[in-house]
T-cell receptor, first 112, second 115 residues
């Protein structure tokens, strides 16, 4: 069975500081991995995806994530946090039969 | 929201009443999903569909049924609503192709309160 674990349900960073949101996956086969962002009272929007091409994946709004097979990790980073980055972030993995498994989410607070 | 409409957006109902939530897509995607979102649990899959009249259970399917009679519509029914089904429900769609890379697109959600 596939699953993802997000370490830290809440993360706070100062505006301009590095954002690091952690995600570890378990998968018996090379996975498709995703990061989604959810702003208050909205649905989820795709930030970026890993699909077995480059291990460093760039997404929207300056976010990127690095796939590390040896660590089974897919951590999300952004060099400089902006107030507009405050949201809930979800890591997800998909299986060959198009089922998706989501982490429990990390709420990001950006302190001015 | 990638051509996905959920209705209603908000609903308050009483325990024991039936409730149907609708998801409508204009993208002609093959796969459709229903999730519920609860604090501390992230998104959990209720049911999904891989074609007209083809559905399967997800992780938390008890108390829910679905139907898909047309490509564009996926209905979620709570036969007899309970307070534990108070949640935010999201519909998602996905195109099953190598090019699409299994990306899911989400609707805006339906906030359901069962009193």
């Amino acid at each position: 069975a596939q699953s993802v674990t997000q370490l830290g349900s809440h993360v706070s960073v100062s505006e301009g500081a590095l954002v690091l949101l952690r995600c570890n996956y378990s998968s018996s086969v090379p996975p498709y991995l995703f990061w989604y962002v959810q702003y208050p009272n909205q649905g989820l929007q795709l930030l970026l995806k890993y699909t077995s091409a480059a291990t460093l994946v760039k997404g929207i709004n300056g976010f990127e994530a690095e796939f590390k097979k040896s660590e089974t990790s897919f951590h999300l980073t952004k060099p400089s946090a902006h107030m507009s980055d405050a949201a809930e972030y979800f890591c997800a993995v998909s299986s060959a039969n198009n089922q998706f498994y989501f982490g429990t989410g990390t709420s990001l607070t950006v302190i001015p | 929201d990638a051509g996905i409409t959920q209705s209603p957006r908000h609903k308050v109902t009483e325990t024991g009443t039936p409730v149907t939530l609708r998801c409508h897509q204009t993208e002609n995607h093959r796969y459709m999903y229903w999730y519920r979102q609860d604090p501390g649990h992230g998104l959990r899959l209720i049911h999904y569909s891989y074609g007209v009249k083809d559905t399967d259970k997800g992780e938390v399917s008890d108390g829910y049924s679905v139907s898909r009679s047309k490509t564009e519509d996926f209905l979620l029914t709570l036969e007899s609503a309970t307070s534990s089904q108070t949640s935010v429900y999201f519909c998602a769609i996905s195109e099953a192709s190598v090019l699409a890379k299994n990306i899911q697109y989400f609707g805006a959600g339906t906030r359901l309160s069962v009193l």
